[in-house]
């Protein structure tokens, strides 16, 4: 199985920050890396497919990177609505699994 | 337009039987490339991949449940089916299905259904 280790945990930003998560795989992986934001009560969001590409109505300030083992979601300019928790997915082989989230609050 | 929506009992008792169905439209799993998976999330906790099931019924479980878990797919009826069983309160979770575009494409979970909670208590 990829094990996938989501950095950090938790953080506190300030509307306009610029946040970074990063996720690293257990073995290599290729770009076979997604990203998605989950709010409270709600189903999660896919934000980035494919280790850089943004999904279709996702705002620009979010970006991602990285290839084989390295990854990271970048939010360039936190907005309110931003405030969530974030999931990274590979989904290179199966069992499909999950980093462990990033809780982005308030500062 | 793509929608999932899962349904099936909130409330099982231990030792029990889960079945949820997942009905979807916008798409059909008798399209080449084609899946449907579910994922479940304890309160509080991170999301768990669970199973998932490819237009060509090929099916992939979770090693650490795979012998609690069936999935299956009726393309007629657009619906994939999770059964699980042997329930115990520690599979008290929202689960979740949701859509694969294509397994040749990244093979990335697009649209999610809003969830279903399931608590398992006697």
């Known amino acids: 199985d990829i094990q996938m280790t989501q950095s950090p945990s938790s953080l506190s930003a300030s509307v306009g920050d610029r946040v970074t998560i990063t996720c690293r795989a257990s073995q290599r992986m290729s770009s076979f890396l997604n990203w998605y934001q989950q709010k409270p009560g709600k189903a999660p969001r896919l934000l980035i497919y494919?280790?850089?590409i943004l999904q279709s109505g996702v705002p620009s300030r979010f970006s991602g990177s990285g290839s084989g083992t390295d990854f990271t979601l970048t939010i360039s300019s936190l907005q309110p609505e931003d405030f969530a928790t974030y999931y990274c997915l590979q989904s290179f082989r199966t069992p499909l699994t999950f980093g462990g989230g990033t809780r982005v609050e308030i500062k | 337009q793509i929608t999932l929506k899962e349904s099936g009992p909130t409330l099982v008792k231990p030792t029990q039987t889960l079945t949820l169905t997942c009905s979807f439209s916008?798409?059909?799993?008798?399209?080449?490339?084609?899946?449907v998976g579910w994922i479940r999330q304890p309160p509080g906790k991170a999301l768990e991949w669970l199973a998932l099931i490819y237009w060509d019924d090929d099916k992939h479980y979770s090693p650490s449940l795979k012998s609690r878990l069936t999935i299956t797919k009726d393309t007629s009826k657009d619906q994939v089916v999770l059964t699980m069983t042997n329930m115990d309160p520690v599979d008290t979770a929202t689960y979740y299905c949701a859509h694969i575009p294509t397994r040749f494409n990244w093979n990335y979970l697009n649209d999610w259904g809003q969830g279903i909670l399931v608590t398992v208590s006697s």
């Open positions: 494919a280790a850089s």
């Open positions: 916008g798409f059909s799993l008798s399209t080449s490339g084609v899946g």
